[in-house]
Nanobody
Framework: QVQLVESGGGLVQPGDSLRLSCTAS????????MAWYRQAPGKERELVAT???????DYVDTVKGRFTISKDNAVRTLYLQMDNLNTEDTGAYYC?????????WGQGTQVTVSS
C-alpha cells in the first residue's frame, strides 16, 4: 500500500508564502507523474500543478508565476512552493501520484488565506 502524507498547510495572510510537502512511502522515482490538487469549499477538486518524468512541470493558469512544484527523489518528497497567496488559493491541498494505471492520494492539508 503506497502512502502519501502531506504537511505544511496553515493559516496565512494575502501575499504570504507557504511550502507544502508530500512524503511517499516508496521511491518517488517510481511515479510517472506526481501532482497537487486542491478543493475549495463547495467546489470540485482541481489540478493545480504536475511534475512528470524529466521534471517537466505544468500549472493551472491561476497559479502560474506564483507556485512552483518540485520533487526531491532522495527524500521521497514532493513540494509545492506557494508565493503571493490570495484568498482564492484557500482550500484543501492533496498530493497525487501515479504508477501506470494505479493512482494514490494523500489525506490533504488545509490552506487558508485570510486577512
Amino acid at each position: 500500500q503506497v502512502q502519501l502524507v502531506e504537511s505544511g498547510g496553515g493559516l496565512v495572510q494575502p501575499g504570504d508564502s507557504l511550502r507544502l510537502s508530500c512524503t511517499a512511502s516508496i521511491s518517488t522515482l517510481m511515479m510517472q507523474t506526481m501532482a497537487w490538487y486542491r478543493q475549495a469549499p463547495g467546489k470540485e477538486r482541481e489540478l493545480v500543478a504536475t511534475i512528470r518524468t524529466g521534471h517537466i512541470t505544468d500549472y493551472v493558469d491561476t497559479v502560474k508565476g506564483r507556485f512552483t512544484i518540485s520533487k526531491d527523489n532522495a527524500v521521497r518528497t514532493l513540494y509545492l512552493q506557494m508565493d503571493n497567496l490570495n484568498t482564492e488559493d484557500t482550500g484543501a491541498y492533496y498530493c497525487h501520484g501515479r504508477i501506470g494505471a494505479n493512482e494514490f492520494w494523500g489525506q490533504g492539508t488545509q490552506v487558508t488565506v485570510s486577512s
